[in-house]
């Protein structure tokens, strides 16, 4: 027995996880070859939440499977076995795995001779150790589901079925975790973009290349305008460039030597190699270098709605959040001294505060991503550049007065930068924007302007962006909101419903209104029951219900529901009309149309 033992109260909580996790995977290998004699092991290592075994099978897994699994586990786990490690050699290892070709495959990277099992009661695996005493000591878990890999992880490899296990200290952390899956699969933007039809990908498209549906293209239109909007009034310009470029454009960027294998592939014509654009930088240095630039017009602040290609593996795209083709709400600051970096990055985050709130983002925080000193092959080797940049964000985060963590290793590859980390769904930390300070692309392109005293002089950039991609955006709006969007980004804003036919004019004179003050409606004017029509409403979550029958059509007044069940009674249509307008241009985060008036 090469393993004394353990006492897994004086290990760290992480370390106590990792050996339950990975003691349970071996409990799950065992109960899969009673179930299967003839099953291929690969590997099961614990994660963050549990573990995963992978196995090759002679046919699909069930759910039954599963909870049988499971049931076996829990009937090794009550044998208290205990986990015994020993030694063999190497030709005794290949005997004893000579039917596992996966576990073939694994002997041939383990350098050492001696190589290492593990024994639990009559199961042995290939294994390096980490475990707890004994089967008993593995705490609440449960097999939760059965998804496709790739062994060692490449498409040139056999597919093996994968089962995951969730695993905790306690029952109470396990029902958490289960509770906060339950909530993550409700708000999964891929599954609402679906029922509210906002978005679709198709085969024939390609994976990560999204569609945007009407109904998700009005959101994405909205948000649009509003950001423009709000950056005009800030003295942003805004552009529009061309997503392809040379392939020269993008050397000298230093993108095409750090991001080659992150793009899309080169494409040829006429002896002229071209790219996809990664980022939209390069572009806008054009702009700044097409003429001669003063102080005077800095800052020169560019901004563009752009789109931009990322060769991301077919394996990673999903949904929205992680996409091959998406459009930035980008920008790049031209500023003449580290003094206006610091004013105009302070423009930045307050411009950022003001955009979260009204959307009522509020989980995220931001983070002070530095380079690493000693890792010259990833970061731009200029020690000075560094911590002047540094410096300087840091003292804009104190200053707008915003809590912030500093991480090292987490730069831009030409410089420091502060990241958005917002928390997803599904309880994931995701980079949603960041603002970088660069002193590098200005040199790569020569970038200059002249100074008050004629002399010439290298502007600093600034890049940042707001709203992030609208993919990730709206993705992460779906699942913030679960689909019940606030009104001025509602698809459909309001559906009136006659109760029957002989309303049908009266609810079109209404539209008509409703039209000419840009609220965008509908007329359910189908021939079903009044309650059908409400509840199919309320599951294209359309916030408005405006219910005319002869009552509402003989005061000039409409019966008014809600997407959340809500039945307000009937109001003057004008007085309703007034408070939609309203509600709409004051971004209001809940519904507040209230149909109980005075004069009703
Ligand atoms: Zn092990
Ligand atoms: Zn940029």
Same mark, same amino acid.
């Given at each position: 027995m090469l393993e004394s033992q353990v006492d897994?109260?004086?290990?760290?909580r992480e370390d106590r996880l990792a050996r339950m996790r990975h003691s349970a995977a071996h409990v799950l290998a065992e109960a899969m070859v009673e179930l299967m004699p003839e099953a291929e092991l690969g590997i099961g290592p614990p994660i963050d939440t549990g573990f995963y075994y992978d196995f090759r099978l002679p046919r699909p897994l069930t759910q039954e499977d599963l909870a049988w699994l499971e049931d076996r586990m829990r009937q090794s786990i009550a044998k208290r076995h205990a986990f015994n490690m020993a030694q063999t050699t190497r030709a005794e290892a290949e005997k004893l795995w000579e039917k596992q070709i996966f576990k073939l495959d694994l002997l041939?990277?383990?350098?050492?001779?001696?190589i290492t099992q593990c024994t639990h009661g009559t199961f042995t695996d290939l294994c390096r150790g980490g475990h707890?005493?004994?089967?008993?000591?593995?705490?609440a878990f449960k097999l939760t589901s059965i998804a496709g890999a790739y062994w060692r992880g490449t498409e040139k490899n056999p597919m093996l079925q994968r089962i995951y296990g969730a695993l905790f200290e306690t029952a109470k952390e396990l029902e958490e975790y289960e509770k906060q899956q339950e909530e993550a699969k409700r708000r999964d933007h891929r599954k609402i973009g679906r029922d509210l039809k906002l978005f679709d990908l198709y085969g024939d498209v390609g994976p990560g290349h999204v569609v945007w549906l009407p109904n998700g293209a009005t959101i994405r239109r909205e948000l649009m305008r509003w950001i423009e909007d709000l950056e005009l009034e800030r003295g942003y310009q805004h552009v529009i460039t061309p997503a392809v470029a040379k392939r020269q454009l993008y050397e000298k960027s230093g993108h095409f030597a750090h991001y080659q294998d992150a793009m899309y592939p080169l494409m040829e014509r006429e002896g002229e190699e071209y790219c996809l654009r990664p980022m939209n930088c390069p572009h806008h240095i054009m702009i700044y270098q097409g003429e001669q630039r003063s102080y005077?017009?800095?800052p020169l602040r560019i901004a563009e709605l752009a789109n931009m290609h990322r060769w991301e593996k077919s394996g990673q795209?999903?949904?929205?959040?992680?996409?091959r083709i998406m459009t930035l709400n980008d920008a790049h600051i031209f500023c003449a001294d580290a003094k206006m970096v610091e004013s105009e990055v302070g423009g930045v985050l307050r411009l950022m505060e003001d955009v979260y709130a009204t959307l009522g983002l509020k989980d995220y925080t931001y983070r002070l991503s530095l380079g690493d000193p000693d890792d010259k092959e990833k970061y731009v080797d200029n020690p000075e550049m560094w911590v002047q940049g540094e410096a300087l964000l840091r003292n804009v985060l104190q200053q707008v007065g915003l809590p912030f963590y500093e991480a090292k290793g987490e730069a831009a590859f030409y410089g420091p930068k502060i990241d958005v980390q917002f928390k997803t769904a599904a309880g994931k930390d995701e980079t949603l924007v960041t603002v970088q300070v660069d002193f590098h692309l200005p040199a790569q392109f020569e970038l200059e302007y002249i100074t008050e005293s004629g002399e010439r002089a290298r502007p600093i950039m600034v890049h940042r962006g707001i709203l992030s991609t609208m993919e990730r955006m709206v993705a992460l709006l779906i699942e913030e909101y679960e689909g019940n969007f606030p009104l001025w980004l509602c698809p459909v804003q309001a559906v009136i419903i006659p109760?029957?036919?002989?309303h049908i004019e009266y609810a079109e004179e209404l539209a008509a209104l409703m039209k000419k003050h840009k609220l965008r409606v509908e007329i359910d *004017?189908?021939?079903?029951?009044m309650n059908g029509k409400i509840r199919d409403a309320q599951l294209k979550k359309i916030p408005y219900m405006l219910v005319a029958g002869d009552r509402e059509v003989e005061s000039k007044s409409v019966a008014v529901r809600t997407?959340?069940? *809500?039945?307000?009674g009937t109001a003057p249509f004008d007085d309703v009309l007034q408070q939609l307008v309203q509600e709409r241009d004051s971004k209001s985060l809940t519904l507040n149309v209230k149909a109980a008036s005075p004069t009703a």
């Open positions: 897994l109260k004086s290990l760290s041939k990277d383990i350098e050492d001779d001696n707890v005493n004994h089967t008993g000591e593995i705490p005077r017009e800095l795209v999903s949904g929205m959040s992680r996409v109760i029957a036919d002989r *004017g189908r021939s079903e029951r997407r959340g069940g *809500g039945n307000l």
